[in-house]
């Protein structure tokens, strides 16, 4: 067991594709451990669909693994997110992290799609059933209330055979969610503090039900910066965490100063019960946006490489 820290993208902050997979080649050759790709399918701001971007990874990169953070079931069909699932992992040898949530109540999607939250998180506990049993059988049969399947097959299955299927949100139904069928918990915008409570609550709920999931499959994500809270880019990034987080001090979320400020919130995050990341770099363009790539790597890595989940 573990620390692993891999970077991840929110709003797509390039200027073009061309710059994207500049940092992707970047980010292979200086060994950070994955690429994470946040999900929106509706938004006036700009991000990349999830799967495509997963898919898009599997055929450009080597080494590097590749998750979404997270992808929302609940405004996609299972047995079709089961089947991409299954052939990225094919094709990437093995290198998908897939992460499952069902949406936020929030998001654009609801009112721009006529759909109703109400009853979503139900809807998303048969998906999710539906995707961890097309993963690894043979047949599939399933009576649900909002999904039926008869003697349904995918084929190829997924190349790892315990494909990981990490659930995020902290509220008590996705932490039951994550003790009855995940086999990893990524935080969203929770402080240390507040992840804490998370997975010992989660680890209580794995214990009731009979389950288990590895100590170092609890993970945090958060946006970081090599510079200073005066700068107009990490004020905008304040900003818009204000916006998304009505009442909430972006400085408890977000990481910025310099190495030494970094690497203190993922051992807060540590101490907290958290053994995998996922880091935003903030940046004003694409030069910066490699550059605080570059930084992570050559300051904060070093850090933790070969160190021992506690």
């Avoid at 399947?149 to 997924?158: E, G, N, Q, V, Y």
Wanted: hydrophobic fraction near 40%; aromatic fraction near 10%; charge should be negative.
């Amino acid at each position: 067991m573990g620390i692993g820290i891999g970077v991840g993208l929110a709003e797509f902050p390039f200027s073009n594709a061309d710059a994207f997979w500049e940092w992707v080649e970047l980010c292979e050759a200086l060994g950070i451990d994955s690429v994470w790709q946040t999900d929106r399918l509706i938004s006036s701001e700009p991000y990349l669909e999830v799967m495509s971007v997963m898919a898009a990874l599997a055929g450009r990169t080597k080494r590097l693994k590749f998750g979404m953070n997270v992808a929302s079931v609940g405004q996609r069909d299972p047995v079709v997110l089961a089947k991409e699932c299954a052939t990225i992992d094919v094709l990437s040898n093995g290198r998908l992290l897939p992460a499952f949530g069902i949406g936020s109540p929030a998001g654009a999607y609801w009112d721009a799609t006529g759909r109703v939250f109400k009853g979503i998180g139900k809807r998303s506990d048969e998906a999710l059933d539906v995707i961890a049993r097309l993963w690894r059988e043979e047949h599939v049969t399933y009576e649900g209330e909002f999904y039926q399947l008869k003697d349904a097959t995918i084929s190829p299955r997924p190349v790892q055979k315990r494909l990981p299927f990490w659930i995020g949100g902290s509220s008590k139904p996705a932490i039951r969610r994550t003790a009855r069928i995940g086999t990893g918990w990524l935080a969203g915008r929770e402080t240390p503090a507040e992840v804490a409570s998370v997975v010992a609550a989660i680890k209580q709920a794995v214990k009731e039900a009979g389950r288990t999931i590895d100590e170092d499959h609890y993970g945090a994500s958060f946006h970081y910066r090599f510079g200073s809270w005066n700068e107009d880019v990490a004020e905008r990034q304040g900003r818009e965490f204000t916006a998304r987080s009505p009442g909430k001090d972006p400085r408890d979320h977000l990481a910025v100063g310099d190495a030494g400020d970094i690497i203190g919130r993922i051992e807060d995050y540590i101490g907290a019960g958290i053994a995998k990341f996922v880091l935003r770099p903030i940046g004003s363009d694409d030069a910066e946006i490699m550059a605080q790539t570059r930084l992570l790597a050559d300051e904060v890595l070093p850090a933790f490489a070969d160190r021992p989940f506690p």
